[in-house]
């Protein structure tokens, strides 16, 4: 399966939860459609790739998406909602006890994985696309 890792980049990025996100859908026998993410911050210039075009295609592209909603991120939400519309598997990781958008928790049609412990995220998501 091909899955798209949708993380904050600009505010709230926490690059060791996005670690080991990766590493459960690469252990899960998955492909990361959005290696991207997993790197330095991308930055603005004359030759920048257009971020809006790459993403949404490479969200349209990909089997499912798993997202982290655990902090609020609007490119997150934009690549939610591209994956909805597309009919694609929505996989959310979520920590336990924080608030998400009213929108996510209404959404139909989406998983959500929960975490009490940031060395929780790892085993959790991968029994979640082990299925």
């Not at 990025?13 to 859908?25: D, E, H």
Request: proline letters at 4%; aromatic letters at 4%.
């Amino acid at each position: 399966m091909n899955v798209y890792l949708s993380v904050p980049m600009i505010a709230n990025r926490s690059l060791p939860r996005a670690t080991a996100m990766a590493r459960a859908i690469v252990d899960a026998g998955h492909t990361i459609s959005s290696p991207w993410v997993l790197g330095p911050i991308e930055r603005r210039g004359v030759a920048a790739v257009n971020i809006f075009h790459r993403d949404k295609e490479a969200t349209e592209a990909s089997d499912a998406i798993v997202a982290d909603v655990t902090d609020p991120s609007i490119g997150v939400g934009m690549e939610i909602m591209a994956a909805y519309k597309s009919g694609k598997r929505i996989i959310l990781l979520a920590k336990k006890g924080k608030v998400t958008s009213g929108m996510l928790a209404d959404m139909d049609h989406k998983e959500t994985v929960e975490y009490e412990r940031e060395d929780d995220v790892y085993r959790l998501l991968l029994r979640a696309l082990s299925h």
